[in-house]
Structures are given as structure tokens and as C-alpha cells.
């Protein structure tokens, strides 16, 4: 399995960047992927996830009402939408998939099977 992350970059608070994630190496169907961020020294941050079959996000309250998740199934690619970027906001960004993941899991890095290199995203104020 491939992940590759993409969109990253240097944007101004109050601006808006959208996050790719092409996925690739097998089929996804009951697979949950999500996006994560982190921060260097801190722990990795759930930002948002959604199922392969199933379009209901969960989102992070720190990015609820600013930030929408969805993919695109025919194109294997998952996408993060992010309005009204905040200098707290700045990070790496990860994606990730993984299967059989419950609901109360879904914020734990360690419940996901494969993970991207990382695409990083600076607000600057």
C-alpha cells in the first residue's frame, strides 16, 4: 500500500489549502482513512476521518466547521479541505488508512495500518 500526500505549503491566516492523499496497492472497501498532524515534539494529532463506504466524517473539535474530509472512490484519493487557516494549525500532515478501526479508535495513530510521508502546512499570522 502507497500513500502519497500532497498540497502542502505556506499560507497567510484566514486562507485555505486543500490537502490530496492518493492511495494505491489494494482495494479499500471497509478501510477508514484519516488525516492526522503533527507538530514537532508533540504527539501526532487526529484531524479528521472517514469510511471507505460510509460518507460520514468525524471531525477534531480544534477544526470543526474549517476543516472537511471526503475521498473520491473512483479516483483511490482522499482529500482535506482547510478554510480559515489558523497559525495553530501549522504541522505535517499525515494520511492514513486502516482497517476493522471502531469508533473509539479513531483518534488513536496506533489503530491505522499504513501512513504517508507527510506533507507540511505553515499559517503564518
Known amino acids: 500500500v502507497q500513500l502519497q500526500a500532497s498540497g502542502g505549503g505556506l499560507v497567510q491566516a484566514g486562507g485555505s489549502l486543500r490537502l490530496s492523499c492518493a492511495a494505491s496497492g489494494r482495494t479499500f472497501s471497509g478501510y477508514t482513512l484519516a488525516w492526522f498532524r503533527q507538530v514537532t515534539g508533540k504527539e501526532r494529532e487526529f484531524v479528521a476521518g472517514i469510511r471507505w463506504t460510509n460518507s460520514n466524517p468525524f471531525c477534531a473539535s480544534s477544526v470543526k466547521g474549517r476543516f472537511t474530509i471526503s475521498r473520491d472512490n473512483a479516483k483511490s484519493t482522499l482529500y482535506l479541505q482547510m478554510n480559515s487557516l489558523q497559525p495553530e494549525d501549522t504541522a505535517v500532515y499525515y494520511c492514513?488508512?486502516?482497517?476493522?478501526?471502531?469508533?473509539?479508535?479513531?483518534?488513536?495513530?496506533?489503530?491505522?495500518?499504513?501512513w504517508g510521508q507527510g506533507t507540511e502546512v505553515t499559517v503564518s499570522s
Open positions: 492514513t488508512v486502516g482497517s476493522r478501526i471502531i469508533l473509539s479508535n479513531l483518534g488513536v495513530p496506533s489503530s491505522y495500518d499504513y
